[in-house]
């Protein structure tokens, strides 16, 4: 922009009329020609080798990146790589990782995480990730939207029940007598 703007001012007083909007519409036109040869594939290449030279800058190119890529593709392109999701996430080739931040699993679900609709990752696969790669949280934020989603988690107000100075182990331990 201040490129354009160079050797605008000139008589008139205020950017010289109508001949320097001549020129920055020309300046314009020409900028405009040598942005049409530039093909996405040179950025992609451009960001790739940034990316190799920073995990922080990776981490974040990825979380804004997949969920853009996974808005754009159709239904069916979905459902495939949904399918891939599992296999790639539960690969003990990120056992190594296990211990970095951030780890390749813990930025993908957080991509995961920003994606409208979200993949479907199998509730097992998540208890794994959150356990084995202490991701337990971005784990229980995607149980917990699918849970709203799907309408089996509401979030009303109960009453708590009224304290008579002594509560029962029933309701310290609720999950006692729960089976697995």
Not at 6 to 28: D, P
Not at 143 to 164: H, I, Q, V
Request: with cysteine; glycine share 8%; charged share 20%.
């Amino acid at each position: 922009p201040e490129e354009l703007m160079e050797g605008m001012e000139g008589e008139g007083g205020e950017g010289g009329g109508i001949g320097a909007l001549e020129k920055l519409s020309n300046k314009l036109s020409a900028f405009l020609s040598d942005c049409r040869s530039v093909q996405t594939r040179q950025y992609a290449m451009a960001l790739a080798q940034l990316c190799h030279e920073s995990t922080t800058l990776t981490h974040a190119v990825w979380i804004e990146l997949f969920p853009r890529i996974w808005a754009a593709i159709s239904e069916r392109q979905r459902q495939a790589l949904s399918g891939e999701l599992s296999p790639f996430m539960c690969s003990a080739a990120h056992l190594i990782q296990m211990d970095c931040h951030p780890s390749a699993i813990g930025t993908f679900l957080e991509a995961v995480l920003k994606c409208k609709p979200t993949p479907h990752i199998k509730s097992c696969l998540l208890k794994y990730l959150g356990k084995t790669h202490n991701y337990w949280h971005g784990a229980v934020l995607i149980l917990e939207d699918r849970a709203t989603a799907e309408g089996e988690l509401t979030f009303e107000s109960r009453e708590p029940p009224p304290y008579d100075g002594n509560y029962s182990e029933d309701i310290l331990d609720p999950l006692k007598h729960e089976t697995v």
